[in-house]
Antibody, heavy 120, light 111 residues
């Protein structure tokens, strides 16, 4: 079955760029049936949608993060990526990648998440 | 304003029925976009519980049900079990965001 797995550094220094990879196994990210998203969750807090990538690299971002976020993909590796620049302690969170059903607008499959701490 | 409002917490005894509300606005639920619900057990990733207002993915017990009316939606859990203790999030599409919007989450405590 399809699985998603986040990976990347668990510690990032303030002002630097956070970079994460989501590897999709058991299915292709090039499928037109799905979009691919990043979501984050600070400790003890709720979920925040970061953005999505779909159909030939098109993207949408949460307006609150738009100036700092880039989501991209590598179809040959079946991976998609998150880059968040100029991070601060407020960006410390568990970051999830998830599969998104276009037209229905729900996230039907999630990775386990990866904790990223912003600290010097 | 792009907000989905949930109560911070609800509780119930085993066997009881509880409901969790989710109130939106004209740019999400009121615009006709569906509400979806996720269950997040402690220390785990969210899991899709209800999609399209009232549909259960395969494997979700029929104790869980969803409904929607106007700019609000509700998740009902009947026959409450200890294993239902978790955080529950509603989610919709928001036209102002052009993306996903989550409610603030509701912590369910089974007494």
């Amino acid at each position: 079955q399809v699985q998603l797995q986040e990976s990347g550094p668990g510690l990032v220094k303030p002002s630097q760029t956070l970079s994460l990879t989501c590897t999709v196994s058991g299915g292709s990210i090039s499928s037109a049936d799905y979009y691919w998203s990043w979501i984050r969750q600070p400790a003890g807090k709720g979920l925040e949608w970061i953005g999505r990538i779909y159909t030939s690299g098109n993207t949408n971002y949460n307006p609150s993060l738009k100036s700092r976020v880039t989501i991209s993909e590598d179809m040959s590796e079946n991976q998609f990526f998150l880059r968040l620049s100029s991070v601060t302690a407020a960006d410390t969170a568990v970051y999830y990648c998830a599969r998104y059903r276009p037209g229905y607008w729900y996230l039907d499959l999630w990775g386990r998440g990866t904790l990223v701490t912003v600290s010097s | 304003q792009s907000v989905l409002t949930q109560p911070p917490s609800v509780s119930g005894a085993p066997g009881q029925r509880v409901t969790i509300s989710c109130t939106g606005s004209s740019s999400n639920i009121g615009a006709g976009y569906d509400i979806h619900w996720y269950q997040q057990l402690p220390g785990t990733a969210p899991k899709l519980l209800i999609y399209g207002n009232s549909n259960r993915p395969s494997g979700v017990p029929d104790r869980f049900s969803g409904s929607e009316s106007g700019t609000s939606a509700s998740l009902a859990i009947s026959g409450l079990q200890a294993e239902d203790e978790a955080d529950y999030y509603c989610q919709s599409y928001d036209s102002s965001l052009s993306g996903v919007l989550f409610g603030g989450g509701t912590k369910l405590t089974v007494l």
